[in-house]
């Protein structure tokens, strides 16, 4: 099922920006092109009240009055009059995805912008420079509804950047188990493989990652957590800018790893709200993670480089992760 309304275009910058309506104009002509832009469902907005839950009242109100005006609320996060219809449509769509999500086993994609996996409590979190595009964080309004559902909630993060927002948000909460995919050393600066409470998981990558690598990241820390768990229902912060030349990083997926992503994930109800993705991993890495969650996607003979080895392998004595057989 998928989940889009045109109240998210009005979200619209002042000048050029990557983040803009444009977004969701390559997702929408890839999905038909591929006959998947169908069971469409309109979402519904959130109060203000609904969005602190997961955010201080006072970074709910910056929100509000900023964006009575078009301005630039930090160095690289913009908002326009209509931004805040559009961060509260986005934030209710990803309780509604929950919702649906608990009844019928699909995958619920929120086309969703604003983004939101940056946005903390009080909104930059773990001294993030920016907001990094993001008002509300929509996962986090997700994990909280799920939380009325299940004991423990299952998180994967596989934009490019590290979802620091939710991180803190449930820095405390032990049911809430993240897993973070992202090329270190970029914004926004955290994201440490020893930056662990033993739910919150940080898949640190060096630059350049390829599929295998990512891939073999997978097998070795996120499978392990999914045998534990035995999740219901996942929820993705599905950004797509890890994709190769898609902008605004260096790593170099390509569908593989995305159809591999769908493929492991396909026996559970997912929820997957847009986080990144600002040209081709769109338009190919998108269409190829929905593709592999229907189909299903198997590989074979993964060769990650030795450097993401020695990460994977670091990271699970970190978590106490039995080594493989």
């Given amino acids: 099922m998928i989940y889009y309304d045109d109240v998210f275009m009005k979200h619209r910058p002042p000048s050029y920006h990557p983040e803009n309506p444009k977004r969701l104009e390559i997702v929408k002509k890839a999905l038909e092109e591929r006959g998947l832009w169908k069971d469409v469902v309109k979402p519904i907005k959130a109060e203000i009240s609904d969005t602190t839950v997961v955010h201080d009242r006072e970074y709910v109100e910056f929100v509000v009055e900023s964006c009575k005006r078009e301005s630039f609320i930090d160095s690289d996060t913009y908002v326009c ?15 509604q995805c929950v919702e649906n999500a608990v009844r019928r086993r699909d995958m619920h994609l929120a086309l ?11 909104g930059k979190a773990f001294n993030a420079p920016s907001l990094g595009f993001c008002l509300f964080n929509n996962v986090a309004g997700a994990v909280s509804r799920a939380k009325e559902f299940f004991d423990e909630i299952l998180v994967i993060d596989f934009d490019v950047h590290h979802g620091n927002g939710t991180q803190e948000i449930f820095w405390n909460d032990k049911s809430v188990i993240h897993i973070d995919f992202h090329e270190y050393g970029i914004y926004p600066g955290s994201g440490s493989i020893y930056e662990t409470d033993g739910s919150k998981i940080n898949i640190a990558l060096p630059h350049y990652c390829r599929d295998d690598d990512y891939i073999h990241a997978w097998i070795e820390i996120v499978e392990p957590t999914i045998e534990r768990i035995d999740p219901e229902v996942v929820i993705v912060s599905a ?6 030349d898609d902008g605004l990083a260096t790593m170099e997926l390509t569908e593989k790893f995305y159809s591999f992503a769908g493929g492991k994930l396909s026996d559970f109800s997912v929820i997957a709200v847009l986080e990144g993705g600002y040209s081709v991993g769109l338009e190919r890495g998108l269409p190829a993670f929905i593709e592999g969650y229907m189909k299903g996607y198997s590989v074979e003979d993964v060769n990650p480089s030795p450097r993401v080895v020695e990460i994977v392998e670091s990271l699970k004595r970190i978590l106490r992760i039995e080594p493989s057989s």
Avoid: M, N, T
Wanted: glycine share 12%.
């Fill in 81 to 95: 009059k209509d931004s805040l219809e559009s961060a509260l449509v986005a934030f209710g769509c990803s309780i």
């Fill in 112 to 122: 969703v912008r604003p983004p939101g996996h940056h946005a903390g409590r009080r």
């Fill in 239 to 244: 950004g797509f800018d890890a994709f190769k």
